[in-house]
């Protein structure tokens, strides 16, 4: 199917552990990005990508990795899951900086 | 830095009213600004995209305005629908970069 599409939709891992959300979207977009949204802090940016093998540090960038080895992915990798960092997550494709976001429909992750 | 707010947070109208919802940014450099739409438990829609060149855009019954020197653009919704209710983001990006800066949203309900 088109379009962007994040994995797994829901999850639950205990402080400590390492947990990877996946990303994927199917247009060839140049820029991806990765957004945590939290009550009472809106959206906020973590990483982002404006091509295989390039990325950068958003605002809220401690405790979490990226990797771009292919066009199409862009997963987060959460190194050593903290309680702080239960949200919602959210991951974003743009062509060019001139055209529309597309966004997933987002991952629940609850850090117990 | 820039900061983006949204007014009001959330607002409460009867079913056909025509509705205005402001968005403000600190800087005016954008490259371009889109309103999105995000329904409970979901991902973000994109609505309206403005380039920085343009005064407005209209999709429907979505007019958004945008004033780059004062650093306002609204979100003007006409007769409104219960199916309209959600929250609209606002979110500029800043020329020069690629990353998209997102206010805290207006929380929109209307009423049958």
């Known amino acids: 199917d088109a379009g962007i599409t994040q994995s797994p939709r829901y999850k639950i891992t205990e402080t400590g552990r390492q947990v990877t959300l996946m990303c994927h979207q199917t247009?060839?977009?140049?820029?991806m990005f990765w957004y945590r949204q939290d009550l009472g802090h809106g959206l906020r940016l973590i990483y982002y990508?404006?091509?295989?093998?390039?990325?950068d540090k958003g605002e809220v960038s401690d405790g979490y990795v990226v990797s771009r080895s292919k066009t199409e992915n862009f997963p987060l990798t959460l190194e050593s899951a903290t309680r702080s960092q239960t949200s919602v997550y959210f991951c974003?494709?743009?062509?060019?900086?001139?055209?529309?976001?597309?966004f997933g429909q987002g991952t629940r992750l609850t850090v117990v | 830095k820039q900061e983006v707010t949204q007014i009001p947070a959330a607002l409460s109208v009867p079913e056909g009213e025509n509705l205005v919802l402001n968005c403000s940014f600190t800087?005016?450099?954008?490259?371009?600004l889109q309103w999105f739409r995000q329904d409970p438990g979901k991902g973000l829609t994109s609505l309206l995209l403005?380039?920085?060149?343009?005064r407005e855009q209209t999709s429907g019954r979505l007019n958004a305005s945008l004033d780059k020197s004062s650093g306002r653009s609204t979100l003007y919704i006409a007769a409104s629908q219960p199916g309209d209710s959600a929250t609209y983001l606002c979110?500029?990006?800043?020329?020069?970069?690629?990353?998209?800066?997102f206010g805290t949203g207006t929380r929109l309900k209307v009423l049958a």
């Open positions: 974003a494709s743009m062509s060019d900086p001139r055209a529309q976001a597309f």
């Open positions: 247009w060839s977009h140049s820029y």
């Open positions: 990508s404006a091509a295989a093998d390039i990325t």
């Open positions: 800087d005016s450099a954008i490259y371009n």
């Open positions: 403005i380039q920085s060149s343009q």
């Open positions: 979110a500029p990006i800043r020329g020069g970069t690629y990353k998209y800066i």
